[in-house]
């Protein structure tokens, strides 16, 4: 078995794993990273091919080789879950994704205690995990402006240390200072959804994105081509991790990234301390890599099956799982969505990022009185476009009106007629930490490696959750109406599968009794061992995770820096 010695090794060098190996790296130690995917450049995304990017989804996971499965309940029997959204390459999901990028807001990372506090402990259904961060929003706070400005995003701040700005997100947390780039390009959908939102006593303004509006760091400004959610970005105005953050890293001389490297195990001696990782090379190869430091930064699944593959006497129920928290309390965003058509407007929602999108954020978090809503928590709104992406592979799998068939003439005429006329809002629903909705083993389905598939238990369909989505279909249809669509409709709500953003399964918190790691990433079981992801999150927010994960990278890679190198051991 070949072994390489390091400093520090990462897996996954995606949101968080690319920040942590720069930042390391710049600091003077030896990195390496292991990829499970390639790594490509930006010229490999000259052709923007929707049949290649979207269709047959080439930058994300294959299901068939590394397959995820997914049941409602223990009782059930789980089958796979088909489309994987998260990323297969260097740069991870920053390639592809749509780049929107939210600061969370500051009773996010407190909201069990907010509920408490504003309607009692009641208020909470009793099979909930909700809890509170072991951190807030002030603590994050440098390290959101600091990925901000380095990564480059664009957006209109609205809270500029307590001063409440018209046209930014009044509802947001102060930030200290304003985006570093102005917003992209106001749309089409953005003009009718920002007159129908103000109209209604809503607060409208530009989603904050991790694309830049103007040229910035030698990068050039964004296109508006079109080929951004599920492609990369053929200008590098996309601020991916690729084209940020590794770039960094090489410059060091610290710094090596294999690629095609799939790990399959965290070592340990006898006495609990982590050693190393073995992982499967490209060419089948059992390869090692020994080090002092051991970060495990991929996808939620991985990290958690890499604990649970790495058992041991010590810890028979996975590595530093003494809490017996590894693997529960997964959430996932619900994106409840409504569309609408004009016979009269032409949005042309195909062009431009995306994640051009606006949002009003009225309905977010605890952002208006839950008093009577029979839920808590809540969602964000923004109108974009159907299935995210504005091709017309994308847009023919819209789901039509309930009074047209899948097939056929009418819906051939309904895909021609909508194409330019369409517009899609979607509710992104924060759903609550529950025990039972867990991450483990697949005791039958193996992946291309002979590894058991990642299993997912998960219904979202709860009494909170259910009223939570009720709620948000009604304010959406609300907009749509005010938008002068002549059609408004709902789509599906589905089979209470998981949905975007998935998050937990190796929760932080503030008591190793019932948690799996601290406040930076780092296992209270195992100090030399850090997990760093959205699958540290407690709780979700109504936000798209990537800009916290990014900050919590930055801040875990600090607290290694500054404070573990000098002193190997628990951070307080």
């Avoid at 492609?231 to 770039?247: D, E, Q, R, Y």
């Avoid at 193996?446 to 709860?462: E, V």
């Avoid at 959406?476 to 002549?486: D, L």
Wanted: proline residues 7%.
């Amino acid at each position: 078995m070949p072994t390489e010695k390091t400093d520090v090794v990462i897996v996954g060098t995606g949101a968080a794993g690319g920040i942590l190996a720069a930042e390391l790296a710049k600091a003077g130690m030896r990195v390496i990273a292991l990829e499970r995917g390639p790594r490509l450049k930006t010229s490999d995304f000259d052709a923007r091919d929707e049949l290649r990017f979207f269709q047959r989804q080439e930058l994300r996971p294959d299901p068939k080789s590394q397959p995820i499965t997914w049941r409602r309940n223990a009782s059930e029997r789980a089958a796979p879950l088909g489309t994987l959204n998260y990323g297969n390459q260097a740069g991870g999901g920053t390639v592809h994704y749509g780049a929107v990028s939210w600061r969370f807001h500051e009773d996010d990372f407190r909201a069990r205690s907010q509920t408490t506090e504003r309607y009692g402990e009641a208020a909470i259904p009793a099979d909930s995990s909700l809890t509170d961060w072991p951190l807030g929003y002030a603590d994050l706070e440098p390290y959101y402006d600091r990925a901000e400005y380095e990564l480059g995003v664009s957006g209109k701040a609205g809270n500029l240390q307590g001063t409440i700005i018209d046209g930014g997100n009044v509802f947001e947390a102060p930030r200290r200072r304003e985006y570093p780039l102005p917003p992209l390009l106001v749309e089409q959908p953005g003009i009718v959804f920002d007159e129908a939102a103000r109209s209604l006593g809503y607060h409208p303004f530009s989603t904050p994105r991790a694309i830049l509006s103007q040229p910035y760091q030698g990068r050039p400004g964004c296109t508006y081509c079109g080929f951004c959610q599920a492609f990369g970005c053929h200008m590098g105005a996309k601020s991916s991790i690729l084209v940020t953050k590794l770039p960094e890293a090489d410059a060091t001389g610290n710094f090596k990234l294999v690629t095609g490297a799939m790990a399959y195990h965290v070592n340990s001696d006898d006495a609990g301390r982590a050693t190393g990782v073995s992982y499967y090379g490209p060419d089948g190869s059992d390869n090692t890599i020994e080090a002092e430091l051991v970060i495990l930064a991929p996808f939620i699944y991985d990290n958690t099956r890499l604990l649970l593959l790495s058992k041991t006497a010590r810890f028979p129920n996975g590595l530093a799982n003494s809490s017996g928290h590894l693997g529960k309390h997964l959430m996932t965003h619900m994106m409840v969505t409504v569309l609408s058509t004009f016979d009269d407007r032409h949005l042309n929602v195909y062009m431009g990022p995306s994640a051009q999108k606006h949002t009003i954020d009225d309905f977010n978090a605890d952002n208006f009185d839950h008093t009577d809503a029979g839920f808590i928590r809540g969602s964000q709104i923004s109108i974009g476009t159907g299935n995210l992406q504005g091709g017309p592979i994308s847009v023919s799998t819209l789901s039509p009106p309930p009074d047209t068939p899948r097939w056929g003439a009418r819906y051939r005429d309904f895909i021609a007629q909508a194409y330019a006329r369409h517009a899609s809002m979607v509710a992104q629903t924060e759903n609550l930490p529950y025990a039972d909705q867990t991450i483990g083993l697949d005791p039958e389905v193996k992946d291309a490696w002979g590894l058991p598939a990642p299993r997912l238990t998960y219904d979202w369909r709860r009494p909170n959750e259910l009223a939570r989505v009720e709620f948000m279909l009604q304010k959406m249809e609300e907009i749509g109406h005010a938008m002068g669509a002549n059609q408004v409709w709902r789509s599906p709500l589905g089979s209470g599968a998981p949905g975007a953003h998935h998050e937990g399964g190796t929760r932080m918190g503030s008591d190793p009794s019932d948690s799996v790691v601290n406040r930076y990433g780092q296992t209270w079981d195992i100090p030399n061992l850090f997990v760093v992801g959205s699958s540290t999150f407690p709780t979700m927010s109504g936000f798209n995770p990537t800009l916290t994960i990014q900050a919590l990278a930055y801040m875990s890679a600090d607290a290694i820096i500054n404070r573990y190198r000098n002193n190997p051991g628990p951070l307080a």
